[in-house]
């Protein structure tokens, strides 16, 4: 599903993550992540969703960025990644440029609490950020009616809290897959 040179960029950011949990650093000095099977699901779902307007909370140095900016291409759409650490969204962004994919992303820097409320409705979300962040997160999305919010690390995290929280909302069909670390795939019928 991805070209060779994506395929290649993925396989060298998740060797490097496995490199330093490897080697036990500090987590601030670990790059997180997603990983291959979930980024490979979820261009597969935002594609097959026809998902226009896309959002990633939390892009780190670009695993997930890649994902989910081919599916943006794939369907003539945008991705607007989130992070906070501006080293490694200069990663992403050289990375994504390198692959071709500049004209599907945006970068924003910075809180995503401050970030989330300049932006318009969304048709797709990756949340893949602090833990604790999760819920907060999820209520500061604009949805349209059909959208899908993925939150990673559902189940190597054990955030039953978050599956409560979303699942608790009206008008949601949720999932737990256990693809990767587990993903909360959550289907938003009549938008937020």
């Known amino acids: 599903m991805f070209s060779a040179a994506q395929q290649a960029a993925i396989d060298r950011l998740w060797n490097r993550k496995r490199e330093q949990d490897g080697l036990k650093l500090p987590q601030a000095q670990r790059h997180r992540n997603l990983e291959p099977d979930s980024a490979l699901l979820l261009c597969a779902l935002a594609t097959a969703l026809r998902a226009r307007d896309l959002v990633e909370i939390g892009g780190s140095s670009g695993l997930s960025t890649i994902a989910l900016a081919e599916a943006a291409r794939r369907t003539g759409g945008r991705l607007v990644s989130l992070e906070i650490e501006p080293a490694r969204q200069e990663e992403a962004r050289a990375t994504i440029e390198s692959l071709g994919l500049a004209p599907q992303a945006e ?86």
């Open 107 to 192: 970068f924003m820097l910075g809180d995503a609490a401050r970030l989330l409320p300049l932006l318009g409705l969304m048709d797709f979300a990756l949340i893949d950020c602090e833990k604790d962040d999760y819920a907060r997160f999820l209520d500061l999305l604009k949805l349209r009616p059909g959208a899908v919010v993925a939150a990673d690390n559902i189940l190597s995290h054990d955030l039953g809290s978050y599956v409560s929280h979303v699942r608790a909302k009206p008008g949601v069909e949720s999932v737990t897959l256990p693809v990767g670390k587990g993903l909360e795939v959550s289907r938003f019928t009549k938008g937020t």
